[in-house]
């Protein structure tokens, strides 16, 4: 295990009807600007709900952050937090509404070309307007991280930074407010979390126990809790405990002192960039296929994880990982997220087109290893065409 840095300042407010106790964490002169999506959180009554733990603030709305939010759309709340004196963000919504409000909350106090931000992935940040967030999707783990994803439309370029700047001050987390999610996003929010438990466990043997098992039991809470609320849409212990993995499974915790891969997630933001998929689709497509084009590097970690995750001992080496693998695929589809790029309509010009836009944008060494080149990643989305 390496040496590491640990803090983690997000406060984080869980449970049914801890939005009222939101002004609390707010100063109360402060000039709040209000974000959210396209509309769920007026449909299910977060809205309603937040303006009224907020009616003693002054608040200004910012609605219409998309899925996979727009630089361009963001940039217009940037100049209503310069007209309006804004000096707080209340995030309302998914991982899009969250990044989205990182982002502005950085841009708006940023001396320079806003895309510079993402260009150079965050080192520029040298500081943002404090922010919370309420959170309505379990997935991405924005609520308690400093990491932002966000598309310029006009280019169709996906490009994450990250800032110790951009740490929400406080997270609602009340797990009654996903039930009116589709099922769709229910099934996205479980594959992301697990890939994002992936992303930081399977490397290769680093000798950190605790971070191993912390993943194993992350990735073991999600393979018992996903197919029980798609099975129970309406039991609520269940929707909170996956709000609760889905926190934790990208809140840094797990991935300290350790190697990490993230090759998946960035190939598989190009896959959203040019055909729209969502996130966790994209995930579900390129997971198994860098599983098994890594399988020698990754030799190590995919037999423990075939052991302790899926409980795969009998049999060669080689069975027991082509198993894991099946049954990680096996998982995805039961989530109701397909795996097969066909699934979506695509075939094998998109897995051209993924690869000539990690060339593109220098993404040429990903993985623990820096080795997932585009040759490698068109290899990986072969196996799921
Ligand atoms: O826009 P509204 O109307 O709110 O509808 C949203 C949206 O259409 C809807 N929704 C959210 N909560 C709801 C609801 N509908 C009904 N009831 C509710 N309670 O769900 C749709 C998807 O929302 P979105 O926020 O886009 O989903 P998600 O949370 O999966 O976020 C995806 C974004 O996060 C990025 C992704 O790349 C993508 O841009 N990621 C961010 C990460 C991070 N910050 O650490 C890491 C992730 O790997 C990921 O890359
Ligand atoms: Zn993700």
Redesign the pocket.
Known sequence: MNNFEYLNPTRILFGAGQIASVANHIPPTARVLML??????KA?GTYDEVKAALAGHFVVEFGGIE???HYETLMRAVELVKSEKIDFLVAV?????I?GSKFVAAAAVFDGEPWDILAKGGKVVQGALPFGAVL??P????EM?S???ITRAATREKRAFASPHVYPQFSVLDPS??F???LR?VG??VV?AFV?VMEQYMTYPADAPVQDRFAEGLLLTLIEQGPRVLAAPEDLSVRANIMWTATMA?NGLIGVGVPQDWST?MIG?ELTALYGLD??QTLAVVLPGILSVKREAKRGKLLQYAERVWGLREGSEDARIDAAIERTRAFFEQMGVPTQLSSYQLDASAIDAVASALEAGGLVKLGEHRDVTPSVARAALQLSL
């Not at 959210?36 to 959180?41: M, R």
């Not at 919504?93 to 509404?97: D, E, I, K, M, N």
């Open positions: 959210f999506g396209g509309g769920s959180i299910n899925p996979n939010p919504g998914g991982g899009s509404v990044d309505t999707l997935a991405t783990g924005s991280n990491a932002s994803v407010k996903t009116t999610l589709p996003q996205n929010g992301d994002h990208l997630h933001h996130h966790a």
